[in-house]
């Protein structure tokens, strides 16, 4: 079951590595969809590079006190209508007329790090 807090939250923090080893940290806005966490980049962006390098990523919702962080891969996708959709919800953004931010990634999560049920 999904926790209902990745649909109330607003921004997610993801994790990529740069090709030299570096870390790069940045929130991006989300959703989730059958357990499958997507966001929308500039494709040209330093996660998107990233990425495209090292699919490796981590996520952390922003509330630290109540902390869910997950590890997982990130690959580029075309959306289903249920993402675009869901985006259309909660943030009132349609990322298919979107012109910058132009590619989606989906995260496949491989194991939650920190999670408050544990």
């Known amino acids: 079951m999904t ?3 990745l649909g109330a939250a607003q921004n997610v923090w993801v994790a ?6 570096r870390p790069h940290l940045a929130p991006i806005w ?6 499958r966490w997507y966001f929308v980049t500039d494709p040209k962006s330093v996660k ?3 990425l495209h390098h090292n699919s490796r990523i981590a996520l952390s919702l922003e509330d630290g006190d109540n902390p869910l962080v997950a590890e997982g891969e990130a690959s580029p996708v075309q959306p289903s209508a249920e993402v675009i959709q869901l985006f259309k919800e909660k943030y009132d953004w349609d ?5 910058q931010y132009t590619q989606v990634f989906e995260v496949r999560v491989k194991r939650r790090v920190m999670d408050s049920k544990n």
């Open 3 to 5: 926790d209902p807090r």
């Open 16 to 21: 990529t590595v740069r090709p030299d080893g």
């Open 30 to 35: 989300f959703v989730v969809s059958d357990d």
């Open 48 to 50: 998107a590079r990233n």
């Open 95 to 99: 990322i298919v007329t979107d012109s």
